[in-house]
Nanobody, 120 residues
């Protein structure tokens, strides 16, 4: 079981990016999927947005109205549509998924992270 992010890159302020987070492997169920980010020089990862198994979304105040989290249940993938990007959104974005593998208990899995850089 693993979580793989993709979609980061270098864009100018005001542009958009769409991140993907795919849960792969022998999976029975995927519960909450959450995007975090870690700013340059930051020690901790900060919650950006999350979405439950039932599609209930939650956002940090700094991204409300600009970012949209969604899921494609048939492929165990979550997306983060990021619009009107700002230089202060520059960070490494990580996906965390609560995954129940087949024949095992559920636990949190992290992806490797994807860099998002927004130039002014």
């Amino acid at each position: 079981v693993q979580v793989v992010e993709s979609g980061g890159g270098l864009v100018q302020a005001g542009a958009s990016l769409k991140l993907s987070c795919a849960a792969t492997g022998m999976i029975s169920r995927v519960d909450d999927m959450t995007w975090y980010r870690q700013f340059p020089g930051g020690k901790e990862r900060e919650l950006v947005a999350s979405i439950t198994r039932h599609g209930v979304a939650n956002y940090d105040d700094t991204v409300k109205g600009r970012f949209t989290i969604s899921r494609a249940y048939t492929v165990d993938t979550a997306y983060l549509q990021m619009d009107n990007l700002k230089p202060e959104d520059t960070a490494v974005y990580y996906c965390q998924a609560v995954i129940v593998p087949i024949g095992d208990y559920g636990e949190k899995y992290w992806g490797q992270g994807t860099q998002v850089t927004v130039s002014s």
